[in-house]
C-alpha cells in the first residue's frame, strides 16, 4: 500500500473510531443543495423489503447530515418529466419501473443530464420471470450488464476490491474492505469488454469460497464479480448491495426477522455518500 492509500486508510480507521457512521470521511458540504427522489416498492422478497425500510431510515438521515433534500414515492407515475424536473438524483431502491411511459421518462431524464442510483433487484431481469430482460435500453446499455445469471446464497460480507482509486466515489477508501452481508449477483455480461463500463468495486479473490449453500451453484470458488460500477455515458452509479440475510426458516421465532443490515458498515457507508454527493453536483 502506498503512502497515500496509508494515509486514507488511517483515516478511515479514525473516523470509524469516533462515529459509527463514519461521516466524517465525506466531510465536505455539497457545493449546491440538491433534491433526492428515492423509489420503493417493497413487493419482491422479504430481504429486499427489509433493505428499502432500512434505506428510508438511513437516507433521511444522510439528507440532514448532508443538506440535500430526499423524497421518497412507491408510486411509479411519478417517473415523469414533470415531477422530475424538480430533482437532481433519482434512486431506485428495490425495483425498476414497468411502465411504457415511465420508462421513457427514466431513460429521457438520464439523457438530458438527470443522476442515478440503483441499488441491487434495481438492475435485476430474468426471462422467463415476473421481471423479465424486456428494456434493452436499460440493462445492455446503461447499466451494460444484461440479465441476471445467479448469486450466492446465503447472503454472506465479502472483502471487496477497488479496481478504480481515482474515482470521486472511491478514491477515499482503502484498497480493500469488507462489505455488509449481502447474497450477490453475477451477470450475463463481462463488463470488463465495456469501454463504457468503470468498474468500481469487485468481489476480491480472499473472499472465495463466498455463499454458504446448500446449493453447490450457490457457493462461488473463483472468477471475477463486480459489483459496483458507472457507466461514462450518464451520471449514474449501480451497487449490488441491497438484500438483508433473513430468517426464512424461522430459527429464531417466525416473524422472518432480518439477520443482518445493509447499512451501519462504516465504509461501506462512506461510499453510498461519495456517490451521492458526487451524484448531486449541478447538471452538465
Not at 411509479?76 to 424536473?85: C, K, T, V
Not at 434493452?136 to 476490491?161: C, I, K, M, Q
Not at 443490515?261 to 456517490?275: C, E, R
Request: proline share 6%.
Amino acid at each position: 500500500m502506498n503512502a497515500a492509500k496509508m494515509l486514507r486508510a488511517a483515516a478511515v480507521v479514525y473516523c470509524c473510531a469516533a462515529s459509527t457512521s463514519c461521516h466524517r470521511i465525506a466531510n465536505r458540504a455539497p457545493a449546491r443543495a440538491f433534491a433526492v427522489l428515492a423509489f420503493h416498492e417493497e413487493t419482491h422478497d422479504l430481504a429486499h423489503v427489509s433493505f428499502a425500510r432500512e434505506a428510508e431510515r438511513w437516507f433521511p438521515a444522510m439528507a440532514a447530515r448532508y443538506g440535500f433534500r430526499l423524497d421518497t414515492t412507491s408510486n411509479w407515475d411519478d417517473l415523469n418529466a414533470a415531477r422530475l424536473a424538480g430533482y437532481q438524483v433519482v434512486v431506485f431502491l428495490d425495483r425498476r419501473p414497468e411502465g411504457a411511459a415511465q420508462r421513457a421518462a427514466f431513460e429521457s431524464y438520464m439523457k438530458h443530464g438527470g443522476a442515478w442510483m440503483g441499488f441491487h433487484f434495481a438492475g435485476f431481469a430474468l426471462t422467463p420471470s415476473e421481471v423479465p430482460a424486456d428494456w434493452p435500453w436499460y440493462h445492455d446499455e446503461f447499466l451494460g450488464s444484461g440479465s441476471y445469471a445467479s448469486n450466492t446464497w446465503r447472503p454472506t460480507s465479502a472483502v471487496l476490491r477497488v479496481e478504480d482509486s481515482t474515482h470521486p466515489i472511491t478514491r477515499a477508501l482503502p484498497d480493500t474492505f469488507t462489505s455488509s452481508p449481502n447474497e450477490w449477483y453475477r451477470w450475463e455480461r463481462d463488463l470488463r469488454k465495456n469501454p463504457d463500463v468503470d468498474i468500481l468495486l469487485s468481489v476480491d479473490s480472499t473472499s472465495f469460497p463466498l455463499g454458504t449453500g446448500p446449493k453447490p451453484h450457490e457457493i462461488w470458488h473463483s472468477g471475477y464479480y463486480p459489483v459496483a460500477w458507472t457507466n461514462r455515458k450518464y451520471r449514474m452509479v449501480y451497487f449490488n448491495m441491497g438484500h438483508n440475510d433473513m430468517d426464512y426458516e424461522h430459527r429464531y421465532d417466525t416473524t422472518n426477522r432480518t439477520l443482518s443490515h445493509t447499512f451501519g458498515n462504516p465504509i461501506q457507508d462512506s461510499l453510498i455518500v461519495h456517490a451521492l454527493l458526487w451524484l448531486g453536483k449541478s447538471r452538465p
